[in-house]
């Protein structure tokens, strides 16, 4: 049977997707580096999509604010990517 991925979860899959891109277009291993732990946080917001509620796992910060507002800023590309998700989040949970 296959699985079925709620509204917030293919949003997220989206985001890593961008931030991905970001990394594969990295110069240096400090900005890779930086880049790998804003995908692993990424990461958890898809695991937080799956087993709990997304705005309560971020306790009042932004999704912007999770990732890393500064590495957020250094890569405009994925802005898009982070409204959706936040556009998604708030269509289908109490953000």
Same mark, same amino acid.
């Given at each position: 049977m296959p699985r079925k991925r709620n509204p917030v979860g293919i949003a997220a899959g989206k985001?890593?997707?961008a931030i991905r891109k970001e990394w594969d277009e990295a110069?240096?291993?400090?900005?890779?580096?930086?880049?790998?732990?804003v995908m692993d946080r990424?990461?958890?917001l898809?695991?937080?999509?799956?087993?709990? *509620? @997304?705005?309560?796992? /971020? !306790?009042?910060? *932004? @999704?912007?604010?999770? /990732? !890393?507002?500064?590495? @957020?800023?250094l890569h405009p590309a994925v802005k898009p990517r982070i409204a959706a998700f936040v556009a998604v989040l708030s269509e289908n949970e109490n953000v």
């Open positions: 985001l890593i997707l110069s240096g291993e400090p900005d890779k580096a930086r880049t790998q732990r990424a990461h958890t898809l695991q937080a999509s799956r087993t709990s *509620s @997304v705005a309560n796992f /971020l !306790d009042g910060r *932004s @999704v912007v604010e999770y /990732l !890393d507002p500064a590495w @957020v800023d």
